[in-house]
C-alpha cells in the first residue's frame, strides 16, 4: 500500500462512497486510491461547486431522523484548486457540514527551492476548519482517525488534509486505519441541578415554545422533538436549516425562521409573550441580528452539546447534553397540561400564511413558490441559493421532514443550490429535486449545468430572473444610496440549457410554469424553468 491507499481505506471505511473535485498533478495518486478503494471520483466543473455536491450528497445519506451521517469529501490540487474552494470550506464550517478537504502539496524540500503554485495551504485554511493537518508518513492512519473524529464529533464541520507527493505515492508498511470510536455528548442526556430547574420551569409553563436549531437536525432529534412537541403541545419555530423537524403542516409548527422581518413582526410577540423558550440544539449563526436578545434569560432554557460562546442571548439553564435524550429526560414524570388557551399560536400560523400568500394579481415570486409545492411530489427535496428569493421560500416552502430545504444560512453564499441539488440527485436518484436560483446566482456557476448533463441527473432548475441583486438593491434603496452595481443585462437561459444538454422554458405566468414543472418531472435531462417576475418583486414580502 502506498499512503494514499491508507487514506481511501479510511475514508471506505468511515463510510464515504464518493470524492468530488477537479484532479491535479499533484492528486493522481490520491484519485487512484479512492478509486480503488470503492469511492467514486466525480468531476466538477469549479472546486467551489464539487464542495457544495459533497454536501448534498451528505444530506442525502443522513440517517433516520436527520441524524448526521460520513462526511463529505473534496479533492483539490495545490495552489489555485485549493484556493478556489476556500468560499465552500468556509461554508461548511458556519454550516455544521462534516468534509474532508484533501489537498495536494509538494514536500518540504522541494518547497524550499520552488516556488510555481506554492503557498501556506494551511495557513490560509486554519482559521475556517476545525484543523488542518500534514499527512507524514508512518502516522497517515492516525492522522485520518483524527480527522474523522474531528470531522463529525461535536457540531461537524470541515477539516483539511495536506498531502505531500512523496507521502501519497510512497509505499508503507503501515496497515489500514481504524475507524474512529466516537464518544460525544449526543447521545447523553443532561442532568443535575440545572435539569432539575428546567422541569420545573416545563411543569408550570402555560405559554412554552420551542426553537430548534441546525444541532438538533445533525444530532438526529427530529423524532424526539415532535413527540415533545405533541406531548406538551408546545408550538415549534425552527431555524432554515432544521425546517421538517416537524411536519410544516402540522398546526403546531409555526415554520422557519432567520432572515424575515416581515416573519418576525409575527414571531417575536409570541415569544415575548412566552413563559418558557425552549432552545433545542439552537444555534443562532443562521439568525439575522434582530433575533439577538429576544427573550428574558431567566424563562430560557437551553439545550446544546457544545458550549455556546456566540454571545447572541442568554439562557437561565443551560443543559449540556444531547437533543433527543435531554428533550427525553426533560419531559419525564411531568404531566402534559393546556397551554396557549388564547389561541396565539394558531393565530400566528394563520398570520404567516396571510403574510405570505401568492401574489393578488396572480404573478411574482409568492406566486411561483407556492404554485410549486402544489405541483412537485410531497418528497422533493429543494435547494436555494441566497438571495432575496431564499428569504422568501424559507417562508414559503413547506418540509415534510428534515433536510428537504437545502441552503447556506450559516455563511448565507451564492453559488450552492445547484451543486447541492447535483449531490443529492447523485446520492438519491429516487427523490425529485429541484433548484431555486436567482439569475446572478446562476451565472455564478453555469459551468455545473454541464455537469448536470454529464452524470445525467433530472434536475429541475428554477431561475428567478428580475436581471438584477434584488436583495442588495433593496438594501441600498432603503438606506437612500444611488442605484450602483445591482443590475445586469438578461441572459437568455433557455438557449443555454439547450446549448449544455438539457431543456428550458420561458415562463411568465402561473398555468405556463404548472403544466412545464410537470413535464420537467417526466424529462431524463435537466430543465431549466426561468421565470421572468420583473425588477423590485420583492418589495414588501420579505
Request: charged share 20%; with cysteine.
Amino acid at each position: 500500500m502506498n499512503g494514499a491507499d491508507i487514506i481511501a481505506t479510511a475514508l471506505k471505511g468511515a463510510g464515504c462512497r464518493t470524492a468530488y473535485g477537479i484532479p491535479g498533478g499533484e492528486v493522481l495518486a490520491l484519485v487512484e486510491a479512492l478509486e480503488g478503494a470503492g469511492i467514486s471520483f466525480v468531476l466538477a466543473k469549479h472546486e467551489n461547486a464539487a464542495g457544495f455536491m459533497a454536501e448534498g450528497e451528505w444530506h442525502a445519506m443522513a440517517g433516520d431522523g436527520g441524524v448526521s451521517g460520513a462526511p463529505g469529501v473534496l479533492v483539490a490540487t495545490l495552489g489555485p484548486g485549493m484556493a478556489n474552494a476556500v468560499n465552500v470550506v468556509a461554508n461548511a464550517m458556519q454550516d455544521r457540514v462534516p468534509l474532508i478537504f484533501l489537498t495536494g502539496c509538494v514536500d518540504g524540500a522541494e518547497a524550499a527551492r520552488y516556488t510555481h503554485q506554492v503557498f501556506d495551504h494551511q495557513a490560509v485554511l486554519r482559521p475556517i476548519v476545525k484543523a488542518s493537518l500534514r499527512a507524514e508518513k508512518g502516522a497517515i492512519g492516525q492522522m485520518m482517525e483524527k480527522a474523522l473524529t474531528l470531522a463529525t464529533d461535536g457540531q461537524p464541520g470541515p477539516v483539511h488534509i495536506d498531502v505531500p507527493i512523496s507521502v501519497a505515492e510512497g509505499e508503507t508498511a503501515e496497515g489500514p486505519a481504524a475507524s474512529p470510536s466516537l464518544a460525544t455528548l449526543t447521545g447523553t442526556a443532561a442532568g443535575g441541578r440545572a435539569l432539575e430547574e428546567a422541569r420545573t420551569l416545563l411543569s408550570s409553563a402555560i405559554r412554552p415554545v420551542m426553537v430548534a436549531g441546525v444541532d438538533a437536525l445533525n444530532e438526529g432529534a427530529a423524532r424526539e422533538g415532535e413527540a415533545f412537541c405533541r406531548r406538551f403541545s408546545v408550538p415549534l419555530i425552527t431555524t432554515y436549516k432544521a425546517k421538517g423537524i416537524v411536519d410544516e403542516d402540522d398546526p403546531l409548527c409555526l415554520g422557519g425562521a432567520g432572515l424575515s422581518p416581515r416573519a418576525d413582526t409575527i414571531l417575536m410577540p409570541l415569544i415575548e409573550a412566552a413563559d418558557l423558550v425552549l432552545l433545542a440544539g439552537y444555534d443562532p449563526i443562521e439568525m439575522r441580528v434582530g433575533w439577538r436578545d429576544r427573550w428574558a434569560a431567566e424563562k430560557a432554557v437551553e439545550i446544546t452539546s457544545v458550549a455556546r460562546t456566540h454571545g447572541m442571548h442568554r439562557a437561565g439553564s443551560t443543559l449540556l447534553g444531547g437533543t433527543a435524550p435531554t428533550l427525553a429526560a426533560l419531559g419525564q414524570g411531568i404531566e402534559p397540561r393546556e397551554t396557549w388557551p388564547g389561541g396565539e399560536p394558531a393565530a400566528a400560523r394563520e398570520a404567516l400564511s396571510k403574510a405570505f400568500a401568492p401574489e393578488a394579481d396572480g404573478w411574482g415570486p409568492a406566486t411561483v413558490f407556492h404554485a410549486l409545492r402544489d405541483v412537485m411530489p410531497r418528497e422533493t427535496v429543494a435547494t436555494a441559493d441566497s438571495g432575496a428569493h431564499r428569504i422568501l421560500l424559507s417562508q414559503i416552502w413547506r418540509c415534510p421532514t428534515p433536510r428537504t430545504l437545502l441552503q447556506s444560512s450559516g455563511l448565507c453564499t451564492m453559488g450552492c443550490a445547484l451543486p447541492l441539488g447535483a449531490g443529492h440527485k447523485r446520492a438519491r436518484p429516487d427523490a425529485p429535486v429541484v433548484v431555486f436560483v436567482g439569475d446572478a446566482g446562476l451565472e455564478m456557476g453555469l459551468g455545473e449545468l454541464a455537469t448536470l448533463r454529464d452524470l445525467k441527473l433530472p434536475v429541475i432548475v428554477v431561475v428567478l430572473v428580475d436581471a438584477s441583486l434584488a436583495l442588495i438593491e433593496l438594501k441600498q434603496r432603503n438606506s437612500q444610496r444611488p442605484n450602483a452595481g445591482v443590475d445586469f443585462g438578461e441572459t437568455d437561459f433557455p438557449a443555454v440549457a439547450t446549448a449544455l444538454g438539457g431543456a428550458g422554458v420561458w415562463v411568465d405566468d402561473e398555468a405556463t410554469l404548472r403544466r412545464e414543472a410537470k413535464a420537467a418531472l417526466a424529462r431524463e435531462s435537466f430543465t431549466i424553468l426561468a421565470c421572468r417576475i420583473g425588477r423590485r418583486a420583492y418589495d414588501g414580502k420579505l
